[in-house]
């Protein structure tokens, strides 16, 4: 039994396919029902604030993945997470289910080069400390041979199914509406994204490999380029023109002032005006994982906006 916390997001329901496609037995977990047409999938409600809920919903369990993905503000990341990486720790311990937890990168800081696995967490943001207290709540529990768990962190994420993701929107399904492309910071910087349907393929793989436990791995992306490369990459595809709108810090902050999704990006903004590198090679080795290039990745989107589209 595959369960998946948090279900319904752009990686839970990646992965659910790979675990679909596997024919592994599936159990989605979330609050909001989630509909998939498979035999092999149910759906059960729970809180995960909730640690009764969690523990009936994660019965039998053989692999647990955290995949939730909460409201964009630190305050509420400030009252929840805590609560949440306990009940799932406990949950672990009480089923003897592996447990594999992804995460992001804002644990690291502003990093001056590659981020690898071995950076040591210095957060440059109030959603990055808590991310390292998270993080360092889960590993202790390893060290301490209560529990067997693995982080699994992706960079920024592209190719999600709702499009609820910065590329995706402000690059992507832009252009596909003929419209000049967005772009947040400098575009002459380096970044890194994670395509969503590696991100489930690489849970997956982690899921059916128990000698992967108990460390840290980086979901493979593909090699960081600048944003005016990706723009370029991108408007060649959608056969536009490659022009583009940066927005600073201050049109960020102003934009917040109406949006409170958008306030909460301003403290992430070091990624977007400093080189943002991400390593995944330590995964691509041991797995010998061919990570999807940018070209087909924007091209897979082109043709899934298109149908939307028509």
């Not at 609050?31 to 998939?36: C, D, E, T």
């Not at 009764?52 to 009252?79: F, H, M, N, P």
């Not at 492309?181 to 393929?201: E, N, R, V």
Request: glycine share 6%; net charge neutral; aromatic share 12%.
């Amino acid at each position: 039994m595959h369960t998946i916390l948090g279900a319904g997001g752009p990686v839970a329901n990646a992965l659910t396919q790979e675990l679909i496609n596997n024919n592994d037995t599936v159990r989605l977990v979330s609050r909001k029902p989630v509909q998939i047409n498979a035999a092999n999938v149910t759906w059960q409600k729970a809180d995960l604030l909730n640690y009764d809920e969690i523990l009936q919903a994660s019965q039998v369990s053989t692999v647990i993945y955290l995949c939730a993905g909460l409201v964009y503000d630190k305050e509420v990341w400030r009252q929840q997470w805590p609560v949440i990486i306990q009940n799932v720790i406990n949950v672990a311990k009480a089923t003897g289910a592996r447990l594999i937890f992804f995460d992001n990168v804002y644990s690291y800081g502003l990093v001056n080069g590659a981020m690898t696995e071995d950076t040591p967490y210095h957060p440059s943001s109030v959603k990055g400390q808590i991310r390292v207290d998270v993080a360092n709540t889960l590993m202790d529990e390893v060290k301490a041979g209560n529990i067997r768990a693995s982080i699994a962190r992706g960079a920024d994420f592209y190719g999600t199914d709702s499009l609820n993701a910065f590329f995706d929107q402000m690059v992507l399904k832009r252009l596909s509406e003929k419209l000049s492309a967005q772009w947040i910071g400098k575009a002459k910087t380096l970044h890194s994204f994670t395509y969503i349907p590696d991100a489930g393929k690489a849970m997956f793989l982690l899921g059916q490999h128990p000698e992967s436990d108990n460390q840290v791995w980086h979901i493979p992306t593909a090699p960081a380029i600048t944003g005016q490369q990706f723009i370029e990459l991108a408007a060649r595809i959608y056969k536009m023109k490659p022009s583009f709108f940066a927005v600073n810090k201050f049109l960020l902050w102003c934009y917040g002032l109406f949006n409170k999704t958008v306030m909460g990006t301003v403290e992430m903004y070091y990624q977007y005006d400093h080189d943002y590198i991400f390593d995944s090679s330590k995964f691509e080795k041991a797995f010998n994982f061919k990570t999807t290039s940018y070209e087909d990745g924007i091209k897979h989107m082109s043709e899934i906006l298109y149908k939307a589209s028509v």
